[in-house]
């Protein structure tokens, strides 16, 4: 069966991660967040290096040590995160990306700007916050 709706593995995970991070009252370390997602560990990784770049976290080395935040729950949205991973996000409006529609009406309505539009507005509406 398919989906009709479907986040990259990556972005599943930062958004995911991001929330336990936010959650958590001290750092966690790349194999308590891949346990809690039941993930990779070395795909946890790379989210969170990427995350730790584009300023979400900073992490800490040792026994001890692991990701927390660097801004507050309340300043981070899951846009800026999904963004962070799946890079600048476009109102699509054509499933095709065609720019002359062979149509005369566009036989799926306008579906996919609502569906689009609908998304992203979502993500920018949820903070950690909202999950702490």
């Not at 730790?52 to 660097?70: C, E, H, Y």
């Not at 499933?95 to 309505?109: A, G, H, Q, R, W």
């Amino acid at each position: 069966m398919s989906k009709l709706f479907n986040l990259s593995d990556a972005a599943s995970i930062a958004i995911h991660a991001m929330v336990l991070v936010a959650k958590s009252d001290r750092p966690l370390n790349v194999i308590q967040i891949a346990e809690a997602t039941h993930t990779s560990k070395h795909h946890v990784a790379k989210v969170m290096q990427r995350l730790a770049k584009d300023n979400f976290v900073s992490s800490q080395r040792g026994p001890t040590g692991g990701f927390i935040l660097k801004k507050a729950a309340e300043e981070i949205n899951f846009l800026e995160i999904y963004e962070s991973i799946e890079g600048h996000s476009e109102i699509s409006h054509c499933l095709f990306n065609i720019p002359v529609c062979t149509f005369d009406k566009c036989i799926m309505n306008g579906i996919t700007q609502k569906m689009s539009e609908e998304f992203i507005n979502y993500l920018k509406s949820q903070t950690l916050s909202l999950y702490v």
